[in-house]
Structure formats: C-alpha cells, structure tokens
C-alpha cells in the first residue's frame, strides 16, 4: 500500500476512506488505487494545478467579521470524499421525505394551522419565530411548494449514522462550489472517474432551471427567469452568477426591476420593460419588498409582494419558508415528518435541548462547557457558543443571553463528526472533521 495510506489513522472517528482496523471501506477503494498510482511529486503537481484552477477561475466567498468583510479563494482539498451508493440512497430518501413534510407544514402554518391545532407545535413557538411572516398568510403557492431549493446539512456520527444538523430552506446557498469542486476533481484526478461509476451532477443547473420554468403562471414556452441578487458584496455573489450563467438567464439587481399598475414584475431592457415569470431571490424576506418589510431596503422591488400574492410571478424560495430554518422548529421536525406523512423520520436529529423548557433550560445552564449552543435564527455558524472550545467569559456570556430570551436558544450535544483525509503535505494524510450540505430542487408536489 501507498505510504501516503500506510501511514494515515482513523482513529476514534467514522473515516469516509478507512475503518478502524486500517481497511479500505467498500467506497474508497478506487481512491486509494488512484493515489497508489500517483507518486508524491505529481499528486503535488496536480494539487498545485487545482489552486491556479480555481485562482484563474475567481472562485471565492467573502467571511463577515467585526472588523470588517475578507474575500476569500474558495479552499479545495484535492482528496475528493466518497460515499458509498447504498449510504446515499439512505440519505437521499430521508431528505426527500424531510422536504416533503417541512414544504407540508409551512403551507400549512400559513393557511388551516392543523398542526397547532392539534398540538403537534406550540403557537407561541410560531409566533415568536423571527422567520414567520405574517404577510404571507393565506397564500399557497403553486402545487403547496413553498421551499422549490433546500441545502440541508449532515453529518455522520462515530457510527457512521447521517443525523441532520440544519435545514437551510431560505436562500440555501453553496451548490455552486459543489459543482465546481467536481469539475475541478475531475480535471486533477481523471483516473479515479475512468474506475469508478460515479453519480453525475452536472445537471443540476439544468434541473434547477427546469424547477424554475415549471414555475411560470403564464404557460408559454420560455418563460422569463431572472436571479435576482443583492449585488457583488454579498457573500454568495460567486454563486449567483455562475447559477445565472449555467442557466442561460439574467442575472438582476433590484434597481433592475420594478412593478406594473398591472402587478406583474418587469425587467428594464434598452428595448423596454420586459414581463418576468421566476424570480429566484438570493435576498433574504426582509430585503425583498420595502412596500411590506423593511421600508429601507434599496435591494429588492417594490410592490413585489403584491405581484407575488396575485399569482403574476414565481417566487423561489417563497417568502415566509424561512419560519422552517428556526432551530426551535428544527426539533419538532420529526413530529412533523409523522404527522404529515404518518412514516418514521429516516434521517434523525441531533437530540435537542430547547431553552424554552425550564428543565432543559437548567441542563443547558449547568452543561455550557460541553454543549453547543445556538441562536434560533441564525446560520452560517454565526452567534453560536461551542462549549468544549469556549472560555468562562463567554460562558458567563451565553447564560446572561440565555436567561434574558430562553426562545431564542437551542443547546446541543457536541458529535464525534465523521472524518476524512486531507493532504497537508505532499506525502502526509491528516483527517479533518466535516459535514455535507446535498443541495435538491423540486417544482411540483414532493410525494
């Protein structure tokens, strides 16, 4: 065996490319063909190949920070990670079913209230969601869809068992970077392609086209689609146009649309307006619409909602699926999944202590050092208190917040994440920790 293999540990850990005892799990062992056949120096070689690559290619995302916003090359591994086709099945089918009921329970909350009605949710917990949008109430979007686009993220326990750590259902971002680490990996490792049978994703820009057309409410062949951004400051600005790019659509900005007396959205063109179908927001509800939310937003449209609510233009995600992102409601998810479709929930939760409880609150409290605490409505990893890697101070910090808005924290088990290798050197494996965020589109009636 390679060195490079011989000398790389699990250790405690789930390893996606080796099990405890040093063997090649069932997946990996065309990867590890693949780099036995690569001497040090050319696996170097290609590895620096792929930083020019995405270099060249202005791969980046940019990192919020109190001192200000850092633009960064986007980090490549060059060692892919493999799953095996049985575990993602396995995955697949759970996150199908996760989305069929949260799409459920969202058209739900904002039309008959069932689930609160039958004490599967608290009111109080809808209520006080920074997510829910009372605006949308009465609404029920085309085929009762309201989250088209949905990156949820997992993780795997020392087991190997998938749990779900977040379901990201409003402006779900980072497909784009998939997309590109496997063009990038196919560039730099075409061995390991011509061995294995690996599922493809190059489609995914033209399904999520296809998921955006199915959208339209006028039915015509080529339905006007825009992706509509806040501008090259956001975070996820590489995304968005690359997704516009791959579509073939137009990438718009607020200033480039504006709301008929008619309310349908136009798009501004040197031969006039425009009338656009699908919209796909990469802004989030509060930007949307300064006429109904935030009345100083300059990054939406204003009259969208009005346009939205007469069934003249698509929204993807529609306003309001973001009440399914609260880390609160996340805990009642399994409920969910069995009250809507009366199935047991495939993929499992992180056991989740709600604040809220004075019982759960008390253990949160007294356990600060060893669980994860995060805010409801936050993402990104943003507000989040990580116990075994806190101080005293910040401790003292997250109780003080804890105790003034019980609400709006959630607490958590830290998981032995699952690992796998990364090439430090160009002879040296290390594993490091991860997650996976499978990103999926769907138009019409998840069944």
């Known amino acids: 065996m390679h060195k490079l293999i011989k000398n790389y540990k699990a250790d405690v850990y789930f390893d996606e490319l080796i099990d405890h005892e040093g063997n090649p799990r069932r997946s990996a062992q065309s990867l590890i063909q693949c780099l036995d056949s690569l001497a040090p120096d050319e696996l170097e070689k290609r590895r620096l190949t792929a930083e020019a690559t995405i270099q060249e290619m202005g791969i980046s995302f940019t990192v919020y920070t109190d001192k200000g916003n850092i633009d960064r090359i986007w980090p490549f591994d060059i060692i892919p990670r493999t799953i095996d086709a049985q575990d993602w099945t396995i995955a697949e089918t759970g996150l199908k079913q996760r989305l069929t009921a949260l799409n459920r329970f969202i058209n739900d909350l904002y039309n008959e209230q069932h689930c609160i009605k039958d004490g599967i949710i608290p009111e109080y917990i809808i209520k006080e969601s920074k997510n829910f949008r009372p605006e949308c109430v009465g609404m029920s979007p085309p085929y009762g869809v309201w989250a088209h686009i949905c990156g949820t993220d997992l993780v795997r326990d020392e087991t190997g068992q998938f749990y779900v750590l977040e379901d990201n259902l409003r402006v779900p971002s980072g497909v784009s970077y998939m997309l590109e680490n496997r063009a990038i990996t196919k560039r730099v490792l075409p061995e390991l392609f011509e061995r294995e049978n690996i599922k493809p994703i190059d489609a995914y820009p033209a399904q999520l086209l296809e998921t955006l057309a199915a959208l339209s409410p006028r039915q015509i062949e080529r339905p006007e689609i825009v992706v509509l951004t806040p501008g090259i400051y956001?975070?996820?600005?590489?995304?968005?146009?690359?997704?516009?790019?791959?579509?073939?659509?137009?990438?718009?900005?607020?200033?480039?649309?504006?709301?008929?007396?008619?309310?349908?959205?136009?798009?501004?063109?040197?031969?006039?307006?425009?009338?656009?179908?699908?919209?796909?927001?990469?802004?989030?509800?509060?930007?949307?619409?300064?006429?109904?939310?935030?009345?100083?937003?300059?990054?939406?449209?204003?009259?969208?909602?009005?346009?939205?609510?007469?069934?003249?233009?698509?929204?993807?995600?529609?306003?309001?699926?973001?009440?399914?992102?609260?880390?609160?409601?996340?805990?009642?998810?399994?409920?969910?999944?069995?009250?809507?479709?009366?199935?047991?929930?495939?993929?499992?939760?992180?056991?989740?202590?709600?604040?809220?409880?004075?019982?759960?609150?008390?253990?949160?409290?007294q356990n600060l050092d060893k669980l994860v605490v995060k805010p409801a409505n936050e993402s990104g990893g943003y507000g989040m208190l990580v116990g075994p890697h806190s101080t005293k101070k910040e401790q003292q910090q997250f109780a003080e917040l804890i105790q003034a808005n019980p609400r709006n924290y959630i607490a958590q088990p830290t998981l032995k994440l699952s690992t796998a290798p990364a090439l430090i050197a160009k002879d040296y494996l290390e594993p490091r920790h991860l997650d996976l965020r499978p990103s999926f589109c769907k138009a019409k009636r998840l069944t």
């Open 234 to 365: 956001n975070s996820a600005y590489f995304e968005h146009a690359f997704l516009a790019q791959q579509m073939g659509v137009e990438l718009v900005e607020g200033a480039d649309l504006f709301v008929g007396d008619d309310d349908c959205v136009y798009t501004k063109t040197i031969y006039g307006p425009e009338r656009v179908d699908v919209i796909y927001r990469r802004i989030d509800d509060m930007f949307l619409d300064p006429e109904v939310f935030d009345p100083e937003s300059v990054l939406g449209v204003r009259g969208l909602m009005r346009a939205w609510k007469a069934g003249n233009v698509a929204l993807a995600n529609a306003p309001g699926a973001g009440v399914a992102d609260d880390k609160v409601v996340y805990a009642y998810v399994p409920a969910l999944i069995r009250y809507y479709l009366d199935e047991e929930p495939i993929l499992p939760n992180v056991e989740t202590f709600l604040c809220q409880n004075d019982d759960e609150r008390e253990y949160v409290l």
